[in-house]
Structure formats: structure tokens, C-alpha cells
């Protein structure tokens, strides 16, 4: 996905704790909280499409063993 550089700029409400954590992961990675937001929709993005394909999210984990990540479908 090609970034648009034309910006909007957005409100948003979240907990405290998920806002510590975005603070948390911009600062482990040396990014400002908009970063790591728009690589989290990035990534949302790439995953639905790529579910969407019928494609399955695996985690490898240091024992080589592989464990599917499955997700709750929202409830409309």
C-alpha cells in the first residue's frame, strides 16, 4: 500500500492503557505514536486481505513449532 501524502488529521478516544502501550512501542522503536498508527493499520489492512484470500496468519515460535492466529469476527 503507497503512502498518501496528503495527511487528514483525526480524534480519537482510547483507554489510558492502550495509550500507554502505542507510547510504549513508539518509544521501544525510536517512532512517533503516528508511526507506529499507521503501521498498525497497515498491517490490519494487509491481514484482512490477505484473510479475505483465504490465507491463514502463522506465528513461528522460538521452538520452531508454527501456531495459527485466529480472530473473532466482529459482530455486526
Known amino acids: 500500500m503507497a503512502d498518501d501524502p496528503a495527511k487528514v488529521k483525526i480524534t480519537a478516544e482510547i483507554s489510558a492503557t492502550l495509550f500507554e502501550t ?36 502463522l506465528i513461528e515460535k522460538p521452538n520452531h513449532t508454527l501456531t495459527q492466529v485466529t480472530r473473532k469476527k466482529p459482530s455486526m
Do not use: P
Not at 508511526?35 to 490477505?50: D, G, K, R, V, Y
Open 22 to 57: 502505542l507510547k510504549s512501542l513508539a518509544e521501544q522503536r525510536g517512532v512517533s505514536a503516528n508511526t507506529i498508527l499507521s503501521q498498525a493499520i497497515s498491517t490490519e489492512n494487509f491481514i484482512s486481505e490477505n484473510e479475505a484470500a483465504g490465507s491463514k496468519l
